[in-house]
């Protein structure tokens, strides 16, 4: 039987292992199963490998989208160029085995995007800058965005900080996408630090959040007409995007 997997920490409220269970069980997928194995160290990874013979393949999510890299025998060009891998497939030949990286968060992303954008769309935050931020920026990048990144702890020239976010840029930037934490089942009561009064109906909010499915983020871009948008069709696009990389020989 091929087994399938989530590394992560803490993986408690996890979307992956209910989404593929129910898939194999309704496409009569007897042959395989998927489990979560929360990672308190990403130096447990090796042992996790070795102790799991019939491991086909595995996501990857906080905090070790990037972390996981050192790992592999490969990576591919788009997870390269992102700098973060969230999909492995493992390749085993009777004693060889080899782990290549793959980065399915900006196929689910950009999928999940496309239908809301407008001609007026063209310039963006992001708030965050972790491992999924990096495949949000490189989606942007890549249909022509032009990013500006918000972080708690800003790096001179590459980010601003959350008090640096103001009329200006709120108006000019009509897509906001959130990438942090903020809001995630349990302590829904936060949300990043934005001035939300100054939303318009031509603002696009973002959350890759999809626990709870309506985030204190969303909420109030909604309530400020916002088209708003939660992680949840990211999910699906980027788990069936990894299903495809598991399955696909040519891969």
Request: proline share 5%; aromatic share 10%.
């Amino acid at each position: 039987m091929k087994l399938y997997g989530l590394i992560g920490f803490p993986l408690k409220h996890s979307f992956s292992q209910k989404y593929f269970t129910e898939k194999f069980e309704k496409g009569n997928i007897s042959s395989c199963r998927y489990e979560n194995f929360p990672l308190e160290d990403i130096g447990d990874f090796k042992e996790l490998i070795h102790n799991n013979k019939d491991l086909a393949g595995l996501n990857v999510t906080i905090p070790y989208k990037q972390g996981v890299i050192m790992f592999l025998d490969e990576v591919d060009v788009t997870a390269r160029e992102i700098g973060a891998v969230n999909t492995i497939k493992i390749y085993r030949n009777k004693s060889k085995l080899r782990l290549k990286g793959f980065n399915t968060d900006a196929y689910g992303f950009k999928n999940s995007l496309s239908p809301y954008i407008e001609g007026y769309h063209k310039k963006a935050l992001v708030l965050g800058t972790g491992g999924s931020s990096k495949a949000v920026n490189y989606v942007l990048n890549s249909i022509g965005f032009q990013v500006t990144r918000v972080s708690r702890k800003p790096l001179p020239g590459s980010q601003i900080g959350y008090g640096q976010v103001d009329e200006e840029l709120i108006s000019q930037n009509l897509l906001i996408v959130n990438t942090t934490p903020l809001g995630m089942f349990p302590d829904t009561d936060a949300c990043p630090d934005i001035p939300y009064h100054l939303l318009t109906e031509k603002h696009v909010l973002f959350d890759l959040i999809y626990n709870p499915a309506e985030t204190l983020f969303l909420k109030r871009g909604r309530e400020k007409g916002a088209v708003t948008i939660n992680g949840l069709p990211m999910l699906h696009a980027q788990a069936e995007k990894a299903w495809e990389i598991w399955n696909d020989p040519a891969q």
